[in-house]
């Protein structure tokens, strides 16, 4: 199956940027996918890449995608304590999504 | 986006006991559901793939006889824990997907605690 691998930790000050790197290994994957995980609670779908893009902005979100290297970013603008969390990227398979280990950010306040 | 719930939320059961746990899509018709199983400071472990009026497949090393999936209907999947023992503690999210089969949306999960 395919593997997608994640740095666990990073720690950032609130106001600054975020910057969660994934890297994967299926080069047909069409799209990629990052979650959201807070404490105790299911995956929320942040947002979603197209293999035919480089970049995906949304609202504090970027993505970008480098599909030579296969590596998949996730950047957040002005870091709230809110965004306190584990994040996951995911890689679809054929009828199942492939997910990276989760990177737990931190935010300092 | 589309919703998923998932009842209980929290359980606590004696090992030996069998508890059911409901994945339901709110507003959507959801053609495929999947069970994970997510255990502390780790990632989602698929279990299974369930297919409406159709049998789950498996992924392997989990029992079907111990996990038992249901997919009566485009909305609900229920998955079984038989003869729970404490290592089947655990936090499992359902998710399921539609006709946009590129987007899962995933349920609040359940933790499961045996004693």
């Known amino acids: 199956g395919e593997d997608v691998e994640q740095s666990l930790f990073l720690s950032v000050r609130e106001g600054d940027s975020s910057v969660i790197n994934c890297t994967y290994t299926?080069?047909?994957?069409?799209?990629l996918y990052w979650y959201k995980q807070e404490p105790g609670a299911g995956l929320q779908l942040l947002t979603y890449?197209?293999?035919?893009?480089d970049m995906k902005q949304d609202q504090r979100l970027t993505v970008l995608l480098n599909k030579k290297d296969k590596h998949l970013s996730l950047r957040i603008a002005d870091t709230q304590t809110g965004d306190s969390a584990i994040y996951f990227c995911?890689?679809?398979?054929?009828?199942?999504?492939?997910f990276g280990t989760g990177t737990r950010l931190t935010v300092i306040p | 986006g589309a919703v998923v719930s998932q009842h209980p939320s929290r359980v606590i059961c004696k090992s030996g006991t069998s508890v059911k746990i409901e994945c339901r899509s709110l507003?959507?018709?959801?053609?495929?559901m999947f069970w994970y199983r997510q255990f502390p400071k780790q990632s989602l472990m698929l279990m299974a793939t369930?297919?409406?009026?159709?049998?789950?497949?498996?992924e392997q090393g989990v029992e079907k006889d111990k996990f038992l999936i249901n997919h009566a209907s485009l909305t609900l999947s229920t998955l079984t824990v038989t003869s729970a023992h404490p290592e089947d503690s655990s936090f499992y999210i359902c998710?399921?997907?539609?006709?946009?089969?590129?987007?899962?949306?995933f349920g609040p999960g359940t933790r499961l605690t045996v004693t």
């Open positions: 998710s399921a997907t539609g006709t946009a089969t590129y987007e899962q949306y």
């Open positions: 299926d080069s047909s994957s069409t799209y």
């Open positions: 890449i197209f293999s035919n893009m």
């Open positions: 995911a890689s679809p398979g054929a009828n199942n999504l492939f």
């Open positions: 507003d959507f018709q959801a053609t495929t």
């Open positions: 369930s297919n409406e009026g159709s049998k789950a497949t498996y």
